[in-house]
């Protein structure tokens, strides 16, 4: 079984996620969840880690948090352990609480701190019992959730204090009355218009950042690193690169057009084109420079494929389907 990648330094920022083993509870009821926190505030006292954000779902839980040590593995190895062991006792059980190993992304903040926290909250309505419901009943489920960061940005109760919510709100003037405001609202703003995640964009799910943050994670971390064997996968992926044809063939066959006229500039197939601009971006901007990427894709300058990758992603985040779909491409051709 392939080992996650796990790419740790001083002062590093990751969204984290892990899931209960089968998809099972982690929670049983509101002991356990008060548990968890106690858990989650021993172990960052101990390891000097910051928490900026968190979510805690009946089957998962997600945290955006940064460690001022290069020490993310042990920090949620010992939280883990803690609260499986606290669990597996209360509830007379043995064995595996999560699912595998916890998944970190390494994330580069000022590009993406605020959307992955918006993210983050929006956990508790992406449950499809609450598909289609009215956006006023979402915004007060989100305003009354208790196991959540949120009423913390908001002012709607009691901080977290073992939450750090400066630099979240630094992008909406400060911790001020008008800061929270403004951060509930862009929160908020997500019911309407959709919020894809943006953890969608991670190069071999492992690192969301431009384009030069990922070549600075591969030249520092990756290249010359003698990788275990079970690592391997993740730290290929994020070396390889990926022909613009090969991305072209597969968006065709997906489509049903010639690959071929795919590369050209005046394509007749746009939608089908801006996908493979957009897949040409994720899969190989930490291996190629964007003139290299639009040199293939008919002669176009870098500045016109990030360009179209930022139109992609301001319609991404409306059009789910789209991003599913171009998700499932991606993934398709990182195998």
Not at 9 to 16: C, D, L, R, S, V
Not at 19 to 26: D, Q, T, V
Not at 28 to 49: C, G, N, T, W
Not at 221 to 238: N, T, V, Y
Request: with cysteine; hydrophobic share 35%.
């Amino acid at each position: 079984m392939a080992r996650p990648l796990r790419i740790e330094y001083p002062g590093a920022w990751y969204h984290i996620t892990s899931r209960g083993n089968e998809r099972g509870e982690i929670f049983r009821d509101d002991k356990d969840r008060m548990r968890f926190l106690e858990a989650l505030k021993e172990s960052i006292e101990q390891y000097k880690v910051e928490v900026h954000c968190y979510v805690l779902m009946s089957n998962h839980f997600h945290f955006l948090l940064r460690t001022q040590e290069a020490n993310l593995s042990r920090f949620m190895q010992r939280f883990n352990t803690a609260y499986t062991a606290y669990y597996n006792l209360r509830h007379h059980r043995a064995g595996h609480l999560y699912q595998g190993r916890f998944k970190a992304v390494v994330v580069e903040a000022e590009e993406y701190l605020k959307e992955l926290s918006r993210y983050v909250h929006l956990n508790p309505v992406r449950l499809k019992k609450y598909k289609g419901k009215p956006i006023e009943e979402k915004a007060k489920l989100l305003k009354e959730y208790r196991w959540s960061s949120l009423r913390g940005y908001m002012g709607l109760g009691k901080r977290d204090e073992f939450v750090t919510y400066g630099d979240v709100l630094g992008y909406m003037g400060g911790g001020t009355k008008e800061g929270r405001r403004r951060y509930g609202e862009f929160v908020l703003s997500g019911l309407q218009k959709g919020v894809t995640a943006p953890l969608g964009e991670a190069k071999a799910g492992a690192v969301l950042g431009t384009q030069q943050f990922t070549e600075w994670v591969r030249k520092t971390f990756i290249d010359g690193r003698k990788w275990q064997r079970r690592e391997q996968p993740q730290a290929k992926s994020l070396m390889a690169v990926v022909p613009v044809r090969e991305i072209a063939r597969v968006v065709g066959e997906e489509y049903g057009v010639n690959p071929t006229e795919l590369l050209l500039v005046r394509s007749p197939h746009r939608k089908a084109r801006r996908v493979v601009i957009e897949l040409s971006y994720r899969l190989n901007m930490s291996g190629k420079a964007l003139q290299g990427i639009g040199a293939e894709l008919g002669g176009i300058g870098g500045d016109a494929v990030a360009h179209t990758h930022e139109r992609m992603r301001e319609r991404l985040a409306k059009d789910r389907s789209l991003s599913r779909q171009i998700e499932k491409l991606q993934k398709q051709l990182s195998q």
